[in-house]
């Protein structure tokens, strides 16, 4: 069956440079998720997009944005990179109304030196 | 969102069921018990779910209390593959709904 997919899976970057992340979601999902993960740290949900319109905001930094597009892959930029924003960065999708479960991809790992 | 207090670890032996308690003594009427797991840096994964009543699907069985106020994880018999870190999560089920992912358990399964 057909997953998640980001890319790129590994990307590494200098303080005060710009990133961009993809997510692919399933076919037919209309609904994607963005969650940030530090290092020995729990996921924590950045935002969310359902039929491309952002649904929900959580603890993220006005230097990142995010939108949906068309045809639902979304793309998560982040700008004024910092030592702190180093994390695992996954994309969840999710067909809305019909299950309630998030399906995640596997994830960029974003290191800013 | 209700809280939910999971044990920080534990240890399983192989073959044997594993069964993974967690406290929600805030959860709302409409909420829904979401169990998901993490694999060494991997995706999280969705378990299962459940509303009042106890589910079961190939991967687990989830039992909710009466009260709702609890419930436990039951896989019913651990494989190494399954060492995980394992996250009880309170929510709605709706368009919007994000996951709110607090400290899970370490579920270490030993030979």
């Known amino acids: 069956a057909a997953g998640v997919i980001q890319s790129p899976r590994h990307l590494i970057k200098e303080k005060r440079e710009t990133a961009t992340l993809k997510c692919y979601p399933i076919?037919?999902?209309?609904?994607v998720y963005w969650y940030q993960q530090g290092p020995g740290q729990d996921p924590q949900f950045l935002i969310s997009?359902?039929?491309?319109?952002?649904?929900d905001k959580g603890s993220i930094p006005d230097r990142f944005s995010a939108q949906q597009f068309s045809d639902y892959h979304s793309e998560l930029n982040m700008s004024s990179l910092e030592l702190g924003d180093s994390a695992l960065y996954f994309c969840?999708?999710?067909?809305?109304?019909?299950?309630?479960?998030?399906?995640f991809g596997p994830g960029t790992r974003l290191t800013v030196t | 969102d209700a809280k939910t207090t999971q044990p920080p670890s534990m240890d399983c032996a192989e073959g044997r069921a594993a069964n993974l308690p967690c406290n929600h003594s805030?959860?709302?009427?409409?909420?829904?018990v979401y169990w998901y797991r993490q694999i060494h840096s991997q995706g999280p994964q969705y378990i299962i779910h459940?509303?009042?009543n106890n589910e079961t699907n190939e991967m687990a069985s989830l039992i909710i209390t009466e009260d709702r106020k609890s419930s436990t994880l039951i896989l019913p018999h651990a494989t190494l593959r399954d060492t995980a870190v394992y996250y009880c999560?309170?929510?709605?089920?709706?368009?919007?709904?994000?996951?709110?992912f607090g400290a899970g358990t370490t579920v270490t399964v030993r030979a």
């Open positions: 969840a999708s999710r067909k809305g109304q019909e299950f309630s479960e998030q399906y």
């Open positions: 076919p037919r999902h209309d609904t």
């Open positions: 997009f359902y039929e491309k319109m952002q649904s």
């Open positions: 805030t959860i709302s009427g409409n909420e829904y």
């Open positions: 459940g509303l009042k």
């Open positions: 999560i309170v929510g709605k089920s709706s368009n919007d709904y994000k996951l709110s």
